[in-house]
C-alpha cells in the first residue's frame, strides 16, 4: 500500500465548510468519554461515526446532494494517544473531486 498523501501547509489549505448531520456508535457507556478527551469504558473503542453532509464546499468543490462519510474505528487507551486505527468509506455517488475533497477535509 503506499504511503498516505503528507499533508499541505496550512496556507495552501482551500477554504471549507460543511454542515449536516453526524452521529457515533460504540460499545463505551452513553456519552462516550472518548469524546472528551477520557479512557474509553472498557479500555478500548471499536466504533462507527457517521457524517451526512447536507450543504458545503471545499475550495470550488461543491457538496449539496446528501453525501455520506463514514468512520470505523480502533484503539486502545485513550484517543489522544495516537494510537488509532482508522477506516473511511465515502460515498459512492461522489464524483472524484469530491471524493478527493471530503479525504482531504476527513483525513487532514
Known amino acids: 500500500m ?7 501547509p496550512i496556507d495552501q489549505v482551500p477554504e471549507w465548510r460543511i454542515t ?3 452521529w457515533d456508535l460504540c460499545h463505551c457507556a452513553i456519552g462516550c468519554p472518548c469524546n472528551f ?11 462507527v461515526l457517521t457524517w451526512l453532509i447536507r450543504d458545503g464546499h471545499y475550495g470550488g468543490v461543491k457538496f449539496q ?9 480502533h484503539f486502545e487507551g485513550n484517543v489522544m494517544q495516537n494510537n488509532r486505527e482508522f477506516g473511511f ?3 459512492d455517488r461522489a464524483d472524484a473531486a469530491q471524493r ?9
Do not use: E, H, M, S
Not at 478527551?37 to 466504533?47: E, I, K, S, V, W
Not at 446532494?65 to 474505528?73: F, M, P, S, T
Open 37 to 47: 478527551g477520557a479512557d474509553p469504558t472498557l479500555g478500548y473503542c471499536d466504533g
Open 2 to 8: 503506499p504511503p498516505p498523501p503528507q499533508p499541505l
Open 100 to 108: 478527493d475533497a471530503l479525504r482531504k477535509i476527513f483525513t487532514g
Open 65 to 73: 446532494n446528501g453525501l455520506a462519510v463514514v468512520l470505523i474505528n
Open 20 to 22: 449536516g448531520d453526524w
Open 89 to 91: 468509506l465515502i460515498d
